[in-house]
């Protein structure tokens, strides 16, 4: 009898230390994208962060955009509010870079009432290797802070993929080397949502 109840208690303790270590990884996820996004709280991802984005300086506001998609079958249609915004210094990335932009989506679906929204980032950048070192320090901030998933599609796509269930968070990085007419893109794109997008 005692033995079980030692062993309950190990139980209990292994459950609680598991609790911990999910909540610390959900907070430091939060304080990662954080970092990488201005300082901006993305605890919460909706459009009030069209409000804390506008403050910040550094950023220039450069459109919002309405699409309206028409899904073929019985799936409901959706509609896409896009506020973007430019930059072209974060400290968070130490090598240099054409441009970037963030851009909050919001997405109302037809037969939903509850509208969702996902941030986007993008960079793009002047070589293969500040590309490749902007990616890697991703890789090593993010790894442990979720479930992970690192594929390559192709050739010349590479992507992570993290997932925290206890923080409600997904991130999806991918970096991209593109030629098109002897032109050659360097580009990193970032997407940031909740699980339940």
């Given amino acids: 009898m005692l033995y079980a109840a030692v062993d309950m ?15 610390v990884k959900g907070q430091k996820l939060n304080h990662e994208l954080s970092n990488l996004l201005f300082g901006v709280d ?8 069209i409000d804390a984005f506008e403050k910040i300086t550094s ?13 073929r079958e019985k799936s409901p249609s959706s509609y896409f509010y896009s506020y973007s915004f430019r930059f072209k210094k974060n400290n968070y990335f130490k090598c240099p870079f054409n441009y970037g932009s963030i851009i909050l989506v919001k997405i109302d679906t037809g037969n939903s009432k509850a509208s969702t929204a996902r941030i986007d980032v993008w960079l793009e950048f002047n070589t293969k290797k500040d590309l490749e070192l902007s990616y890697r320090k ?40 593109q030629s098109f007419n002897n032109a ?6 970032i997407k940031i949502s909740n699980l339940r997008l």
Avoid: H
Wanted: aromatic share 10%.
């Fill in 184 to 189: 050659t893109n360097f580009q990193l794109y």
């Fill in 9 to 23: 208690l190990k139980n209990i303790t292994i459950l609680f230390i598991f609790s911990i270590s999910q909540s």
């Fill in 42 to 49: 993305v605890s919460v991802i909706d459009t009030t962060l």
């Fill in 59 to 71: 950023l220039e506001k450069s459109r919002k955009i309405d699409t309206f998609i028409i899904y």
């Fill in 138 to 177: 991703l890789v090593k901030k993010f790894r442990g802070l979720g479930s992970v998933t690192i594929e390559k599609p192709s050739y010349t796509v590479k992507q992570l993929t993290v997932v925290n269930e206890k923080d409600n968070k997904r991130l999806y990085v991918e970096k991209a080397v």
